[in-house]
């Protein structure tokens, strides 16, 4: 079905389902915009390589890009649902990845994963049949669950909810979709290593995700880097792949090389002005044979 119609389609279902007075998702330019309350929002489509082969893209990242009035890009989504109640984020969580979703079916030949941001108070709001609804959406649209990675942030701060959290990403990955968490921490405090740790004894994802900044040794004192070992020995014992992203320049893109990441992403990558790029794609369809799979992992 065309992106055109698939659109109208989403429309009509969104407005009965929710009520809406108006359509939340508009056709604008061959992209695909959603709208909520005052917020008009597209995606950012950005490339997940292979860490050893960066010319190698093994899927998409997307994230809500904030539109302006005039449909210039403003800033990231992210941090923009905080005071919103729950049924609210929900609504607006499924809005977000049924837009980022048709805007990545134009590319979605190369049988690359597309990883979607899902928010903790999203899973821990809607009490059962977790990944029903979107995959409604994606066989809609003739997309399997295997090649939507669920990508889940994980923090300290939800520690009490952490059982109800793993039994509900069990329940995606019993759909077919594959996981992802991406562990954090706020710039200044120490990297919650134990937490990750204890987290994956418990739950192994198909990726682990980390912002570059946490895994740089920089400023880490003796202990902190010893710390930061164990953390990346505990991973690498484990079946699931280390993805580094928000890598910006050659620090943070050697640190990842160092660490051995199985994928890695961020501007520095797609800068046109890196000589390897073009060179190393030729090369890499030259010497690998016909009909060769670029995937990383299938899901367990």
Known sequence: MPLYELTEYFNQRFTGEYRLKESPLEFRDGKVEGRFRDLRFGTRLTPIRRGAMPALSVGHDACSWILSPEGDSAASGKGLVDDLESEQLVNLDRLSRTVHMLNYLPRSHDE??????????HVLFVQRDHGAYFEDILQRCGLPTRRVVMSLPVSPAYDRQMPILLERLRGHRDRGYATAVQFDARVGEDFPEQHCIGFLRRFTPDFVRFHSRF?????RNVDGVQRLSTLLAAIRRLDTKLLIGAVQDDTAAKHAEDVRADCVQGEYYEQSALPWLPALAT??????PEGADHRLVMHR
């Open 283 to 288: 090369a890499v369809g030259q010497d690998e």
């Open 112 to 121: 690359g994963f597309l990883f979607l941001p899902v928010h903790p108070r």
């Open 215 to 219: 895994l740089l040794p920089s400023g």
